[in-house]
Structures are given as structure tokens and as C-alpha cells.
């Protein structure tokens, strides 16, 4: 059995607003999420009656669902969570609580894990992360445990089982189990683009390759992960890397690479074009401490996840209803 996590932190005021400077200048998006963003209400049709409920009761309603996941804990705004989701919650009998992101890692898991307070915060990425683990029975047990970001409402019950069982055959040798989705084309409905890699693993979803051999792939929602097995000092550091921005992120990514051993790993991905999975697994790895292993996967649906820009509010909202994103009117915000 599992003990899923899932991750509803928030952001203060100040790294909201930086964050809406470099989406609006690197990407030219309108960002809208003033609020708590896991609670932003979507609208879906259900048995042809629309629908309206927040983006995390997506990814809940189906770990409620899934017969493996035997506990949930979810790490966010406490009082906002408990108000929206309580009653939903006490529908279950499958133990749900939730952990205040707010709240002090605790000691003993500070102690296991080496945590260095100035870098990894009580309420940040990585300090949720802990929180999180330590609050479940995974942690007591000192096993894997199925991480889920709380913003992507497109990723299917099915989607989240099948990782799970193909995740179960490396889970005895690896630190963390990732999904890497295909994305054939140079971008996917929301117009990212996807990391292009050489597939030298035995999972092979598709005969599409650009014309160096590689193939797209976008990270989901998903990890399966024991953080006994890792360094947990340097996640804020990748989470905060993971989306690679602007050329000043990926410049970092770079010298990154090139202190643990990779300094070819610019020529490999833009000039050579034949940086692989494996390859790519062991910087993560070296990075870490700890074994990374990436599963390609079918399912695109499951990367679409919502970092709060009016684009992504309007295309997720039409994927849940199968329609086409009504264009966006023009801002009249000064």
C-alpha cells in the first residue's frame, strides 16, 4: 500500500509578483492567481450538468478512488483547506489529514534527514516535502511515497495507477521514480516546449523522433520518492530550476552540470542533439545523492498542470469540457 502526498503550498505576496514579472516578460502570459491557487474553481460538465469545484478536489476525488493509496496527506493552507474540503473529506473512511505548510518542520525529521535550515525553509517547496513524508506511515516505515502536485486536474486514476505499477519494479534500487510524458511535436497544447531526448530506455511509446533521433517529453504531476534516500538540501534549488524560464535559469542549470562532472552538457543538448534518458538520469542522480529513474509514459493530459495565467485557466477549462479555449478579451488592467 501507498501514502500519497499532496502538495497545496502557496506562495507569498512578493514571489507571486516575481514570478508574474517572468511569466509576463519571457512569455508574454497574463498571470491572474491572486488567491490560494489550489482552490481556484474550474468548471467541468458531469453527466451533462456543469460543474464547478477547485482544481486540487480534481486530483483528490481519484486518490480517494485509488484502492493502492491507503492514507493521504495534504501540506497547504490548513484553515482555507479544512473549510473547502472538510465535508468532502469526512465522506471517506480512507485517513486523510492535512499539515499546515506554515508549521515547523519537525526536529526528528530535521535529525534523519540533515536538513540545513537555510536551505530548505519551513514553508517552502522542499519543506513541505518533509512535512508532509514525516506526517505519513511511509515515513515511519521509511518507504516510498507517491508525491502529487494538487494543480493538475487532467491527470487520469489510470494514468496515476499505471505509474504506479510500472514504479513498483525500481523502487528497491532507486531514490525516486519519475513518469516522463511524450510530447510528439515541438510543443504541446499550452504551447510549452518539451525536453528533447534521446529514449534509450526499454519503454518505447512511439516511433516519432525529430531528425537527431530524439524524442519530446514533459515531467507530470507525479513522484514516487523516499527521502531517506536523497539529499533533501538541494530541492529547493531543482524546484526552483524546473521550469527553465529564461536564459538565465538555463545558464544555471548549466554551471550546475558542469560542478558535478557534465561540462558538455550544452554541446550535448544543442549543438550534438544526443543527450539521453539515461544520461539526464544520472546528472539527477549525482545532483541528488540518491537514484533517479525516468519512466516514459503515454498521456499528455497528465503535464498540464496550472500555474495560474489566464491562458491555462481557459485551456484547461476547455480540455475538461472537450471544447476550444474561448481567446482571451483584452486586458484592461492598467
Avoid at 174 to 196: H, N, T, W, Y
Amino acid at each position: 500500500m501507498v501514502s500519497a502526498i499532496l502538495l497545496a503550498g502557496y506562495n507569498n505576496e512578493r514571489a507571486v509578483k516575481k514570478y508574474s514579472k517572468i511569466v509576463a516578460e519571457n512569455y508574454g502570459e497574463r498571470f491572474i492567481e491572486t488567491g490560494y491557487k489550489p482552490l481556484r474553481e474550474f468548471k467541468s460538465l458531469k453527466d451533462g450538468s456543469e460543474t464547478s469545484k477547485p482544481v486540487i478536489l480534481f486530483t483528490l476525488e481519484k486518490l480517494f478512488d485509488i484502492d493502492l493509496i491507503d492514507e493521504i496527506v495534504i501540506v497547504g493552507h490548513k484553515m482555507l483547506l479544512e473549510q473547502r474540503l472538510g465535508k468532502f473529506i469526512k465522506e471517506f473512511d480512507k485517513p486523510c489529514r492535512i499539515e499546515n505548510q506554515n508549521s515547523k518542520i519537525p526536529h526528528h525529521a530535521i535529525e534523519r534527514f540533515g536538513v540545513i535550515p537555510k536551505k530548505v525553509k519551513h514553508n517552502s517547496f522542499a519543506g513541505n516535502v518533509i512535512k508532509g513524508y514525516a506526517a505519513s506511515a511511509a515515513y515511519n516505515d521509511k518507504k516510498h511515497a507517491l508525491f502529487v502536485a494538487s494543480d493538475s486536474p487532467l491527470t487520469t486514476k489510470e494514468f496515476i495507477e499505471y505509474f504506479l505499477h510500472l514504479a513498483q519494479d525500481y523502487q528497491h534500487h532507486s531514490a525516486a521514480i519519475f513518469p516522463a510524458v511524450l510530447i510528439e511535436g515541438d510543443q504541446d497544447k499550452l504551447g510549452r516546449r518539451p525536453l528533447k531526448l534521446i529514449n534509450d530506455t526499454t519503454y518505447q511509446g512511439s516511433n516519432i523522433k525529430d531528425e537527431s533521433g530524439r524524442q519530446g517529453f514533459r515531467f507530470s504531476s507525479l513522484a514516487l520518492a523516499n527521502p531517506n534516500l536523497i539529499n533533501v538540501n538541494n530541492m529547493n534549488t531543482a524546484y526552483s530550476l524546473r521550469k527553465s524560464l529564461n536564459p538565465k535559469v538555463q545558464m544555471e542549470l548549466f554551471r550546475i552540470t558542469h560542478n558535478l562532472g557534465y561540462s558538455n552538457v550544452y554541446t550535448k543538448y544543442f549543438i550534438r542533439k544526443d543527450l539521453s534518458i539515461k544520461e539526464f538520469e544520472n546528472i539527477i542522480s549525482q545532483f541528488f545523492q540518491g537514484r533517479f529513474t525516468i519512466i516514459p509514459m503515454i498521456g499528455e493530459d497528465a503535464t498540464y498542470d496550472y500555474d495560474g495565467t489566464d491562458s491555462e485557466y481557459r485551456e484547461i477549462t476547455a480540455m475538461l469540457n472537450n471544447t476550444q479555449a474561448v481567446p482571451p478579451h483584452p486586458s484592461t488592467d492598467s
